[in-house]
């Protein structure tokens, strides 16, 4: 393998000056782009040696056929060069955010000359204000029933507008008065956008204020004894308030602020967005994205901003990200920028990037993250139960290891230990890309030298099974119907030590590969190199699905076998019942750490005794 790509350029011809840099392949597509303080100390890390870049990088560097970059003055416009590239090359390595679009908004069409509400699932309409995403659309329709008597913004379709207007008569609600009818001229387009622009400000959070002028009105109109008007001051006063008590109130009312928090593994993230405007939830976004690249927490967080802003969102005074990144003062002048351009105020008040670190914030801040975890747990189930997906992934394996077949049974195993005692492993089975949990297997191993000589022994009575099941001709069950597939946890050293113990037991048709944690590349037991799927491909996602889940059931295993080790201890120990065993157990969850406790600390557990505690400290000490 050469050192290195032959278009690297000379470093003393990389200037030091901020800029952005685009990689792009022999067709001229853009792959990559990305920005930098100092685009020679940036640019020089791509091209060190090939061997010493993560796998994902080097698939990256060797796939581009040139880099350019392009100078600018500071790091604030390197951002937005940055983010206008990514805008408008769609480039393939880099962080795509995927919008949540199973959610319903609110939507005002303010770019329309008469703007209307409606329900929507698409966020592509010009010049529209969204609000939300609502769980559910009936929770939208009853808001708008409560607003479109204080709001009366119309919300038919064009087609039945342009009907109403050439009548020059309203449709049924602007006759109960939840339109205000412009079709028919009852108001002016220009009173018809102030409508629309109130209701609009009223859904961002200002409720005090609209509510404050009501009551006056309706203090005012009952001293001139008009109660008529009065009573629907009142009305609208209870429906605007019983809207804004729909949100949950979770910070003082002066507090405007967007919440963020990121759920990632070594594929994919989930962010989640909490919109807080007057101290009340207003809104929630969700997005997912499969990493292709290995991306740090600055990048990841920089395009989760983008993603969030990039539309009509106005950015709040203060923005809670899980941790700042380095380029924040880019960043907030950026968000700042924005601010500006989309509110009237002409003071222009900066953007804040915080990090949230006590009290109500940080709580709300763990509840985002905790929201963007199970985004991410149910993102990858989806994924995983997608029967198109799951034929994708299976025909990707086959073709990337070079099999007859496509691997409808793939058993993939694990070895957990403790500290090179307890040594247990685990056998998964996937068949047609899912779990069939009633094969898995545990094994117990008495003694091995290391990892890959457990991970020998393990394969190797796998093996004898299956030799013994041919050999007999018998019914088979489960347990004697060979893989497609062996995957087990671990690079070249363990596929080698799986594919020594299938070949001695003389089975050569059974493929064997194994999976590195580190780097998610698969290795086969002759190769010197490994394989590279692509980062978001559902092949790998598939075999990182198996790796997790035998790592799960071998560490599972592994605990309960240390709790089945302490139990006996106990019940050998005179007084010791169910009820005080379990105590122990729930205090020290391990021999060898209820060795390490004095005779005070055992006793400090409940039910147990000084006495009882001495007994137990000297039946270890034997």
């Known amino acids: 393998m050469a050192d290195t790509v032959p278009y690297r350029p000379k470093t003393g011809d990389i200037p030091t000056n901020p800029g952005v840099y685009r990689f792009q392949d022999s067709n001229g597509r853009v792959l990559y782009v990305g920005k930098a303080k100092n685009l020679r100390a940036r640019l020089t890390s ?51 955010f995927k919008d949540d679009k199973s959610y319903p908004y609110l939507a005002i069409t303010l770019g329309e000359k008469i703007p209307r509400v409606m329900v929507t699932r698409t966020k592509k309409i010009p010049h529209a204000r ?260 799951r034929t994708k992934a299976l025909g990707d394996i086959q073709l990337a290891l070079g099999l007859k077949d496509s691997p409808l049974r793939i058993e993939c195993f694990d070895i957990s230990h403790l500290g090179g005692t307890k040594i247990v492993a685990s056998m998964v089975v996937f068949e047609d890309g899912l779990p069939k949990k009633s094969d898995y297997r545990k094994f117990s191993i008495a003694q091995a030298r290391d990892d890959t000589d457990a991970m020998n022994q393990v394969l190797a009575r796998r093996a004898a099974y299956l030799v013994e099941s041919k050999e007999e001709a018998t019914s088979r069950s489960s347990f004697s119907y060979p893989p497609g597939l062996f995957l087990v946890d671990g690079a070249g050293p363990q596929a080698k030590a799986a594919a020594l113990a299938l070949k001695e037991a003389g089975i050569t048709d059974i493929p064997v590969v194994g999976l590195a944690k580190r780097l998610e590349e698969l290795w086969l037991p002759d190769d010197k190199y490994p394989i590279i799927l692509p980062r978001n491909s559902e092949a790998l996602f598939l075999l990182q699905q198996l790796r997790d889940e035998a790592h799960r059931f071998a560490i599972t295993f592994q605990r309960s076998s240390r709790k089945r080790d302490i139990s006996t201890v106990l019940t050998e120990v005179p007084g010791m019942g169910p009820a005080k065993v379990k105590s122990v157990l729930k205090t020290f969850g391990s021999v060898s750490q209820l060795r390490k406790a004095t005779v005070e600390e055992i006793a400090s557990t409940p039910n147990i005794s000084l006495a009882l505690a001495q007994a137990i400290k000297d039946h270890l000490s034997k």
Request: aromatic share 10%; proline share 4%.
């Open 46 to 96: 791509y091209f060190a040696p090939l061997d010493t870049l993560h796998e994902r990088t080097r698939r990256m560097v060797t796939s581009a056929e040139k880099v350019e970059w392009t100078i600018v003055s500071t790091e604030f416009e390197a951002l937005q060069l940055e983010f206008t590239w990514i805008k408008e090359f769609d480039p393939p390595f880099n962080i795509q």
């Open 130 to 389: 969204y609000f939300g995403p609502y769980t559910k659309t009936w929770a939208i329709r009853e808001t708008l029933e409560l607003l479109l008597p204080v709001f009366p913004v119309r919300t038919c379709s064009e087609g039945v507008y342009k009907k109403a207007e050439r009548a020059k008569r309203p449709c049924l609600l602007g006759d109960i008065g939840r339109c205000a009818a412009p079709c028919a001229g009852r108001i002016t387009p220009e009173e018809h956008r102030s409508l629309a622009l109130d209701f609009a400000n009223f859904m961002t959070g200002k409720n005090s204020d609209y509510i404050k002028v009501l009551r006056d009105k309706m203090e005012h109109a009952s001293k001139e004894q008009d109660y008529e008007s009065a009573a629907k001051f009142r009305d609208n006063i209870v429906a605007l308030e019983t809207v804004a008590s729909k949100s949950a109130v979770v910070l003082s009312d002066e507090v405007d602020a967007d919440i963020f928090g990121i759920a990632q593994d070594e594929l994919s993230a989930a962010v989640q967005m909490f919109i807080v405007r007057e101290g009340r939830i207003r809104g929630v976004h969700s997005w997912n994205v499969d990493t292709e690249l290995d991306v740090n927490a600055d990048e990841l967080i920089d395009n989760m901003l983008r993603t969030a802003y990039e539309t009509e969102l106005v950015p709040p005074r203060s923005i809670y990200v899980p941790e700042i990144p380095e380029d924040a003062e880019a960043i907030t002048s950026w968000l700042t920028n924005i601010r500006h351009e989309r509110t009237e105020n002409s003071r222009q008040t900066s953007v804040k990037l915080k990090q949230a670190q006590r009290g109500d914030i940080a709580a709300l801040g763990s509840t985002v993250t905790f929201n963007a975890q199970q985004s991410l747990v149910l993102y990858k189930t989806k994924r995983r139960n997608d029967y198109v997906s």
